[in-house]
Every structure is written in structure tokens, then in C-alpha cells.
């Protein structure tokens, strides 16, 4: 043990021999120094169990959360804390109030206001912002504190549709193009047979929702089968009118040397008395009295008639233009396939006509088209 005030080395003296420091005075300043380890050893420990405690009740805390998560909720919100039914609160009246002023409400009332996922929808006379559908729509029910309410907000209503056009008679193209040009879809739901009502175009339409609109289209005319004529010994004209009256179309007239009289049909390409689709085209040849072969005499297209625009199934205008009378069942491709044996010309024929694409859909029976060489 040394002294305190020197440091010297004090034995069993009960004096330091070096200053005069009682030694009982180092003594309990020794014993004091000794004791310090175990104060703060002490205070630790007290330390630790306060720090323990503290994690104890947190972990508590977390369990009881843990236990409400499961527990019955009340709409999608947070199940309240148990209590007892005197502790309920009853839920206000908030139908067709704004979410602001609703949320306010309810608040007051010790509840909470949800919208879930920002759901909306079109209401007729409730304006938008305001709620129009609640989990309590009577705002007569008891519920625990804390209860959330889930609602349905307006959006106002729903986008007025503009009206849809006829499209009765109307080609589906143009059909096509004007509900484009409307912001409406058409969609062709029965093809059927018209007696009137040309292929392709509309007979009805019945409107099915906003933007919507669903056509039936026409397959034309039904099939019909036609007896074949008999044009044998006819004229040329009487034969005509007899192909036109029966349904038929009238096809290549070539004249043909024969010993019949000048100007009698004395063949003809199907034969009469058998049925045959309405529409079909009849080819026939006319007599000129000249002689007795059976060969037709056909337009020669690699002579000096090719340069004048000798062309079959057409004739000539006083001005000399080669013409074609549009004909029942006829198209610019149908004609064009007949007299150039190319249906890609039906181009050429629209443009010496000056129509355009949306015209050559609408051609009349009887239309005189000028056919170009």
C-alpha cells in the first residue's frame, strides 16, 4: 500500500514514515479504489435489464399486431380494438356527399373514409366527386370506433354517344369509311339474300351500345335457275329482248356465214329447254345468208380491226367510241376479264369513264360505258 499524498511505500507503520500520512486514510482510499470495478459491474447489470425490458415489450407489441392482422375486419380497412357494444358509433349519413365533406363526416365520428383503388363510375344524377355507392348506405348501422368505410365515387355521367348515321343500302367500303369517319365500328353479323339490295351492300343495322353498331349485308339476288330460251331462227334483236326478259345476259353475238336467212340465230352456246343460273351470259350467232359452213366468224385482233378497236360484246357510238351497256351482275373487272381477257383493265375503263373507285361500286343496269382499246 503506498500513501495517498506522497506515494511512498507505507507496511504495516500506521504512519507514512516519509510525510506523516496516517496510514488508515490510504487504507480506505485503497479499499474505495478496489470497490469501483464491481459498482460498475453492478450498474451494467442494471443497464441490461432495462435495455431487455424494453426489447420484452416491443416484441409484445409486435405479437399483438401480429394477432389484430388476423382478427375480423370491417371492409377493407383495420379491424378496431375489441370493445364493448356500448362503445359502437353509428355511421353517418354520407350518400351523394362529396369524398371531401364525407371523409370530414366521418372523421368527426371517430371512422375512416376509403375509396379502394380510386374506384369510380358513371352516375346519371349524381355529379362527379360525389359518392354514389357505401359499405353503409343507410347511415343507420353501429360499428366500433375506428371502422373504415369503403365507397364508390361519381365520375358524372356517361359520354353521350353521337348519333349513328343510315347506313341502309350503303356499300360495306363506304360503310367502312364513314365509321371511321364517326368514331362508331360496324360489325357484319348475317350475310343473307336480297331481291332488291345489291351483294355487298347494307340491308339493316341495329345499334348494339355506345360506338357499336351491328349490319347485315346482302348476297344479292338468291340463286334462281332459269330455262334456257330457244333463240333458233330468231332475229337478232328478238333473240336479245328473249336472253334479257328470261333473266339471262346477252354475251358475244358473232355473225356467221350460213345458208339461213341474214339476221337469224343459227346458234346459240347453251342449249334450250335446261336450267340455268340466273345471270349466266349467253353467247349466240346470227346468220348473214352468205353461204352453208358452220364456222363463226370471229374478230381479228392481229389485223387492221385491232387498230380500229374491234372489241367483242361492244359496239360502236355515233362518234365512233367502242361501247358496252352495263348489264345485271356486271363489274368493271367482269368486264374487262369478257372483252380483253385481262380483268386488270377495269382501270383503264374507270379512268375513259372518269369514275372514281367509290362510283364503279354504284353503276346502274343500262349504264353506257365507253371501252377503251
Not at 377493407?76 to 349519413?93: F, K, T
Not at 363510375?121 to 366527386?129: Q, R, S
Request: with cysteine.
Amino acid at each position: 500500500m503506498r500513501c495517498k499524498k506522497c506515494n511512498y511505500q507505507i507496511n504495516n507503520a500506521k504512519f507514512c514514515t516519509k510525510c506523516g500520512t496516517p496510514a488508515k486514510a490510504a487504507q480506505s482510499r485503497a479499499a474505495a479504489k478496489s470497490s469501483a470495478p464491481v459498482i460498475i459491474a453492478i450498474v451494467t447489470v442494471i443497464l441490461l435489464s432495462i435495455i431487455a425490458f424494453i426489447v420484452i415489450l416491443s416484441l409484445l407489441n409486435n405479437a399483438r399486431s401480429g394477432i389484430d392482422l388476423i382478427l375480423p375486419q370491417t371492409g377493407n380497412g383495420v379491424a378496431p380494438s375489441a370493445g364493448s357494444a356500448s362503445d359502437n358509433v353509428q355511421v353517418p349519413m354520407h350518400m351523394g356527399m362529396p369524398i371531401e365533406s364525407a371523409r370530414a363526416l366521418l372523421a368527426a365520428a371517430g371512422l375512416n373514409l376509403h375509396n379502394p383503388d380510386g374506384y369510380t363510375e358513371h352516375h346519371d344524377t349524381i355529379a362527379p366527386g360525389h359518392i354514389t355507392q357505401s359499405e353503409f348506405p343507410l347511415g343507420t348501422e353501429m360499428v366500433a370506433p375506428g371502422t373504415t368505410v369503403n365507397v364508390v365515387v361519381s365520375i358524372g355521367p356517361p359520354q353521350q354517344q353521337a348519333a349513328v348515321p343510315d347506313l341502309a343500302g350503303m356499300h360495306l367500303d363506304d360503310a367502312v369509311a364513314l365509321a371511321a369517319a364517326f368514331d362508331f365500328a360496324i360489325i357484319p353479323i348475317d350475310f343473307t339474300h336480297h331481291d332488291s339490295i345489291p351483294l355487298n351492300h347494307i340491308i339493316s343495322q341495329e345499334p348494339i351500345n355506345a360506338g357499336v353498331v351491328n349490319i347485315t349485308v346482302s348476297l344479292g339476288t338468291d340463286v334462281v335457275m332459269i330455262v334456257m330460251p330457244d333463240l333458233a331462227g330468231m332475229t337478232d334483236l328478238a333473240a336479245r329482248s328473249a336472253i334479257v326478259q328470261a333473266g339471262l345476259i346477252i354475251g358475244n353475238v358473232v355473225p356467221m356465214e350460213s345458208a339461213e336467212p341474214a339476221g337469224a340465230v343459227v346458234w346459240q352456246n347453251l342449249v334450250a329447254g335446261t336450267q340455268v343460273l340466273a345471270g349466266t351470259m349467253v353467247d349466240f350467232h346470227v346468220s348473214t345468208g352468205t353461204g352453208d359452213t358452220n364456222a363463226p366468224l370471229m374478230p381479228d385482233f392481229t389485223g387492221p380491226g385491232a387498230a380500229q378497236g374491234d372489241l367483242p360484246y361492244t359496239t360502236l357510238n355515233a362518234q365512233g367510241q367502242r361501247i358496252y351497256v352495263f348489264q345485271a351482275g356486271d363489274t368493271l373487272w367482269s368486264i374487262a376479264t369478257r372483252i380483253y381477257n385481262n380483268g386488270h383493265r377495269w382501270a383503264d375503263i374507270m379512268a375513259a369513264n372518269g369514275m372514281t373507285e367509290q362510283e364503279i361500286s354504284n353503276i346502274s343496269v343500262g349504264t353506257v360505258l365507253i371501252i377503251p382499246n
